[in-house]
């Protein structure tokens, strides 16, 4: 038993510390997703996991090594750490995808890479997960610098600085892309110059059944709010000492749940202070 408590406790302790990075999907917005985007009346899981698959896909499928290169990326997942993760206290990464509609309304939709780009943007920007329902009045600070101070936990965040971003680009006109508007100073940490915080992926191959498509990836403040209200909630669990008899019996202590809070209080904090 006391191998197996041990075994438990390294498990929860430890996963931030030696994973390389976390790509989070939040269940409500993929749920979301299906019903606004994807027009889908009784949704699935079978739903659900096709538009993780797509976003997915949509990442990790070939992309050229360099531009106007003819030969394929072959470490993505290399390349993906090297470029998002600069930092080992930092490994929280989110996933946008821009478009993504039902067949029936691909039919008949059409469009540029200035608006996917500009949406996409401004999708980070204010930490929407889909285009629809965007914040169109949140702006990054005025003075072309990340806010001074440090954010209290309990003040909304409504614009959301990044560490680092990667976009995706696949399909017609690929090299016209404009991503000037990703390098903007604004939207990152001032611990990190723009030039080594932000970086692209291109292939003219189009993506399903989509002419031009692009995905974000994005190290950044998204996870903040959520996850603080996670382990909000598990507290008042724990106080209530809700389901605690069902762990103590195979060997995990309140101090387990201790360690535990206190280590995603900490990744909270610090994506909070960027």
């Not at 309990?154 to 990044?162: A, H, P, W, Y």
């Not at 090299?175 to 100073?185: I, M, R, V, Y």
């Not at 002419?211 to 974000?216: F, I």
């Amino acid at each position: 038993m006391d191998s197996i408590h041990t075994s438990v406790k390294n498990k929860v302790l430890e996963t931030i510390g030696h994973m390389d990075a976390l790509l989070v999907h939040e269940n409500d917005a993929v749920h979301k997703i299906c019903a606004k985007l994807m027009d889908i009346k009784h949704i699935s899981f079978k739903d659900i996991n096709q538009v993780l698959a797509h976003q997915l896909g949509n990442v990790f499928q070939p992309t050229y090594s360099l531009e106007g290169s003819c030969h394929y990326r072959r470490n993505p997942l290399g390349d993906l750490m090297e470029h998002l993760v600069p930092h080992p206290e930092f490994k929280m990464l989110g996933v946008r995808n821009i478009p993504q509609l039902s067949e029936n309304s691909l039919a008949y939709s059409s469009f540029t890479w200035a608006g996917l780009l500009k949406h996409l943007r401004q999708m980070l920007i204010c930490n929407a997960k889909m285009e629809e329902g965007i914040d169109w009045q949140v702006q990054p600070p005025s003075s072309g610098l990340p806010t001074l101070g440090k954010m209290s936990l309990n003040k909304e965040l409504r614009f959301n600085t990044s560490i680092a971003n990667l976009v995706i680009l696949r399909g017609k006109d690929v090299h016209s892309a404009d991503l000037g508007g990703f390098k903007d100073p604004a939207l990152y940490t001032s611990w990190l110059e723009p030039v080594n915080a932000f970086s692209v992926w291109k292939t003219q191959r189009a993506f399903s059944k989509y002419e031009k498509s692009a995905a974000l990836v994005s190290n950044s403040q998204f996870l903040v709010k959520p996850l603080d209200m996670v382990v909000g909630k598990a507290w008042n669990m724990f106080a209530s000492k809700a389901y605690i008899h069902q762990y103590t019996k195979f060997g995990i202590e309140e101090e387990d749940f201790l360690d535990s809070f206190t280590l995603l209080e900490q990744v909270v904090a610090s994506y909070c202070n960027l």
